[in-house]
């Protein structure tokens, strides 16, 4: 999902050119080394069904090269997917076949209620699914051409199974490669910042629902690459029967969009979920066992990839006796395109596409093969600074000598670093529901890989209000999860507030950096139940407060984390809205309010300005 649930990432990466040689990545990753000259060979599928302890059957397929001496032992790559293991009709992609040639047997399997795989699929990550996924890797363990080293590696929701995999502490499972995945997919996807995404409900709501019924998906803003005849039924004369009672047995399934509709908190017990809440079956409830495995970790994520740099970030500062690599790229969702509001559009990805696989080949060596020492440091993340356009490294996050700087919303629509303290000011606001980001956002390219372009912001702005500080007298890199506090009345019980940073050039230009988000109802803070730098919110029922008439609330809570430089000359711009037309429900459905915004020293916002840079 991203919840992860991101649908057409991982799948569109398995379409990408990599059968040719790929070149050496760029020096600032460096940890790259060749790898062993790759084979010719072609691949061989088997298709089975592999028993699980309940009795249902997972429907699985196994790569192994074609001339593979009998005896061989390979180690194993994994997958586990609820996109379709395979086509009918079709082999093994050119991604697959370039781990085969690389000397690894590879499986895909259909999780539990998709593809060919029996059960129901009512929700991602299941608990009965998470068992699944341990229970196959005991399977491959075993397996006569397997040599007891397993990888899994995946995009999306393939990224949170990767992961998820992990915690079944098999000893088999040597190291995992998360790929845009999702910590917490209620706060990051479905309500970011409590605000009802019904861009993901529908879209990947229905996606998956044609993919569980076995039909071609087709999806007005959804994935475009994945018109296919069906799922590939298992080998066998029996094949195609079982394929058709396992289509049989998803249809039992509570349908998941009627059902996360109706999700409002993160406690909402659901009925089609057999009484679960949404907060049972997220990523970040299994740290526990991760922190027990110990399992290496090797995370990618794009800084315009939905809120997957919160989720990736919290997940690299709450595992903190884990050993992780992190890249955080200048990427949408799957890293085809670089997203860099400093660059044309349809920039190709940098590293290429072939180069970011040859990166995970040469990562999992040591642990899969045994033939080198893994590359140390244990602990690092390797993130891309926009506008500077660098790469950069650090072991911890935010980088050491980062500091809060706080920029104060002041008279005029002013930004100004030094607080007025000529007394009271408020400006207001009234929400205008038509205000929107456009259909390549961020939160778009969770749905359909396609490319991120936010096109030059000032009209939209028009529409919002506005804050803006003064030429910046020398360059400011901001690394790290700016926080907005803002001193708000409201003619409304509830409503959305929806914060943007962006930066204005000389000319005028407005470039999209990041935002972040607060329902007005979910403004109470709490602890967080993970590693989290800004205000959180715990989104539950009981936490709810709606907002009293005449009543000041304080709102504080985070913007996406990233890593932007903003040259001499520019200005910092603060646009402020109460709804994204393009992504959001309306909020509240009912009314327009009118929202008053005190300024007065009381409402400004932090940004983590990173150390100066020799």
């Not at 040719?20 to 010719?40: I, K, L």
């Not at 995999?165 to 088999?172: D, F, N, R, W, Y």
């Not at 044609?210 to 007005?220: E, G, I, K, R």
Request: with cysteine; hydrophobic share 40%; net charge neutral.
């Amino acid at each position: 999902m991203t919840p992860a649930l991101r649908s057409a990432a991982l799948v569109l990466l398995a379409l990408l050119p990599l059968d040719q040689a790929a070149a050496q990545s760029p020096a600032e990753f460096g940890a790259c080394r060749p790898v062993a000259a790759a084979s010719t060979t072609d691949a061989v599928i088997r298709s089975q069904y592999v028993t699980m302890s309940d009795g249902t059957r997972i429907a699985v397929d196994v790569h192994l090269p074609r001339d593979l001496a009998p005896g061989t032992r390979l180690p194993v790559i994994a997958q586990f997917t609820p996109y379709w293991r395979r086509s009918v009709g079709g082999g093994s992609n050119p991604l697959q076949l370039r781990w085969v040639r690389n000397g690894y047997a590879v499986v895909v399997a259909d999780v539990r209620g998709t593809g060919a795989s029996f059960g129901t699929w009512a929700m991602p990550w299941s608990p009965r699914e998470v068992r699944d996924l341990g229970e196959i890797v005991a399977w491959i363990a075993t397996a006569p051409w397997s040599n007891g080293r397993i990888g899994t590696i995946g995009g999306s929701y393939l990224g949170n199974t990767a992961q998820l995999a992990a915690v079944s502490g098999h000893s088999a499972l040597r190291a995992v490669v998360p790929q845009f995945f999702d910590w917490d997919a209620y706060a990051e996807v479905v309500r970011f910042g409590g605000l009802p995404n019904t861009l993901y409900v529908k879209i990947w709501g229905e996606f998956m629902r044609q993919l569980n019924s076995n039909t071609s998906p087709s999806v007005a803003g959804g994935p475009s690459a994945l018109a296919r005849p069906g799922v590939a039924p298992v080998d066998g004369d029996s094949g195609v029967a079982l394929l058709e009672a396992a289509v049989r047995e998803h249809a039992k399934a509570a349908p998941f969009s009627a059902t996360l509709e109706r999700v409002e908190f993160r406690d909402d017990r659901m009925a089609g979920w057999d009484g679960l809440a949404m907060d049972d079956f997220l990523t970040f409830r299994v740290a526990g066992g991760l922190t027990r495995t110990k399992v290496p970790i090797f995370g990618w994520v794009g800084w315009q990839d939905g809120a997957t740099p919160i989720g990736a970030i919290s997940r690299y500062n709450t595992l903190k006796n884990v050993p992780q690599k992190l890249v955080i790229g200048p990427w949408n969702h799957g890293a085809f395109h670089h997203t860099s509001p400093y660059r044309p559009d349809d920039t190709p990805a940098e590293p290429s596409p072939q180069d970011q696989a040859l990166e995970v080949l040469c990562w999992y060596e040591p642990f899969l093969k045994g033939n080198a020492a893994p590359a140390r440091p244990e602990r690092e993340v390797i993130y891309f600074t926009l506008g500077e356009e660098r790469w950069h490294r650090t072991t911890v996050w935010p980088p050491a000598g980062t500091r809060m700087q706080r920029w104060f919303l002041a008279a005029d629509g002013a930004l100004s670093p030094r607080r007025d303290k000529a007394g009271a000011g408020t400006d207001r606001y009234q929400v205008d529901f038509s205000a929107a980001t456009g259909r390549t956002s961020r939160w778009y390219s969770g749905l359909n890989a396609g490319d991120v372009v936010y096109p030059d912001r000032r009209q939209e702005d028009g529409k919002l209000l506005v804050y803006q500080s003064a030429p910046l007298a020398e360059d400011l890199v901001i690394t790290g999860e700016p926080v907005i506090t803002l001193s708000i009345r409201s003619t409304h019980p509830d409503g959305a507030v929806i914060a943007y940073l962006e930066d204005v050039d000389p000319s005028g230009h407005v470039r999209y950096l990041t935002e972040g988000a607060l329902r007005i109802l979910n403004r109470a803070e709490a602890k967080a139940p993970y590693a989290y730098s800004a205000p959180y919110h715990s989104h539950r029922r009981g936490a709810a407060r709606p907002l009293a008439q005449d009543e000041t609330a304080l709102l504080r809570f985070g913007l996406v984390t990233t890593s932007v430089r903003l040259e001499r000359g520019h200005r910092i711009r603060i646009a402020l809205a109460g709804a994204d037309a393009d992504v959001y429900a309306r909020l509240p459905a009912d009314g327009t309010p009118t929202l008053t915004v005190d300024r007065a020293g009381r409402s400004f916002i932090d940004l983590p300005v990173a150390a100066r840079r020799p």
